[in-house]
């Protein structure tokens, strides 16, 4: 299974963040896979954002629920995330990732793109 981000690199504040994953070599809809995304802010460690599971059903980090929407185009086989409302601290590099089960450990990763959040 491979993982492709996609988007603009640069947002201004108080903008909707929107990034495409798509996926090849893998159906989003096969039973028990789960398609997060998670961020890097610069100098800090891995945050996870939310996911969209392979029956469609979503769920997101509470601290980033109110400003969070994942969804998914089957007939594309990509899923998608909208983060509403940016500010500079939501800066960071995006990554899409899968994981088999219900599971923190994800076995494939996109390479990650990075969004600013700048006037």
Same mark, same amino acid.
């Given at each position: 299974?491979?993982? +492709?981000?996609?988007? /603009?690199?640069?947002?201004? /504040?108080?903008?909707?963040?929107?990034?495409?994953?798509? !996926?090849? @070599?893998?159906? #989003?809809? &096969?039973?028990?896979? =789960?398609?997060?995304? #998670?961020? +890097? /802010?610069?100098?800090?460690?891995?945050?996870?954002? @939310? =996911? #969209?599971?392979?029956?469609?059903?979503?769920? =997101?980090? /509470?601290?980033?629920?109110?400003?969070?929407? #994942?969804?998914?185009?089957?007939?594309?086989?990509?899923?998608?995330?909208?983060?509403?409302? !940016?500010?500079?601290?939501? &800066?960071?590099?995006?990554?899409?990732?899968?994981?088999?089960?219900?599971?923190?450990?994800?076995?494939?990763?996109?390479?990650?793109? +990075?969004? &600013?959040?700048?006037?």
């Amino acid at each position: 299974v491979q993982l +492709q981000e996609s988007g /603009p690199g640069l947002v201004k /504040p108080s903008q909707t963040l929107s990034l495409t994953c798509t !996926v090849s @070599g893998g159906s #989003i809809t &096969t039973n028990y896979y =789960y398609w997060s995304w #998670i961020r +890097q /802010p610069p100098g800090k460690g891995l945050e996870w954002i @939310g =996911y #969209i599971n392979y029956s469609g059903s979503t769920y =997101y980090s /509470p601290s980033l629920k109110s400003r969070t929407s #994942i969804s998914r185009d089957t007939s594309n086989n990509q899923f998608s995330l909208q983060l509403s409302s !940016v500010t500079p601290e939501d &800066t960071a590099v995006y990554y899409c990732a899968a994981a088999v089960g219900y599971t923190a450990y994800y076995a494939y990763w996109g390479q990650g793109t +990075q969004v &600013t959040v700048s006037p």
